[in-house]
């Protein structure tokens, strides 16, 4: 990336405003889902530019991000790398042993849920990854038991 893009790419992602966020109602072929956990953030300095969430619905979880319409709309080139959910031993785990429902994004693709996973008698998390052009990004909900 020419060093001129990559500073127009970072103005406009530290411009963006923080006010908006996503409310996801519906997993792809199951309809309403209810939220598990905390949200999670992605975004530096202060700003945020997408949102982590993991849900429970039709018998699964799910991870979501979704890229907030601001940095959308302004045409932030970013990526929604992946979603997974992280199985975790407990909730005072230090690494999870093992990941289910990965999902990759596409360029700009303002959201992006996994598919869903067996794992509801099981602790979880979302967990996913955000590409600025520039920076990759990681952020996880918290664990959920």
């Not at 199951?30 to 939220?35: A, D, E, I, N, Y």
């Not at 997408?50 to 699964?60: E, I, T």
């Amino acid at each position: 990336m020419k060093r001129t893009t990559f500073i127009a790419a970072a103005a406009l992602l530290l411009g963006v405003a923080t006010s908006g966020q996503a409310q996801a109602e519906s997993a792809p072929g199951c309809g309403p889902v209810t939220q598990i956990g905390k949200t999670a953030y992605i975004g530096a300095h202060g700003q945020k530019w997408a949102s982590v969430k993991q849900f429970k619905g039709c018998g699964k979880n799910w991870a979501y991000i979704y890229t907030w319409s601001e940095v959308h709309n302004a045409g932030a080139p970013y990526t929604p790398v992946f979603v997974i959910i992280a199985k975790w031993g407990n909730e005072w785990s230090r690494e999870p042993y093992g990941h289910a429902g990965r999902k990759e994004g596409r360029y700009r693709q303002q959201e992006l849920w996994s598919y869903g996973t067996d794992t509801l008698d099981t602790c979880t998390n979302a967990f996913a990854e955000w590409d600025s052009g520039a920076t990759t990004y990681r952020a996880e909900t918290d664990i959920r038991c």
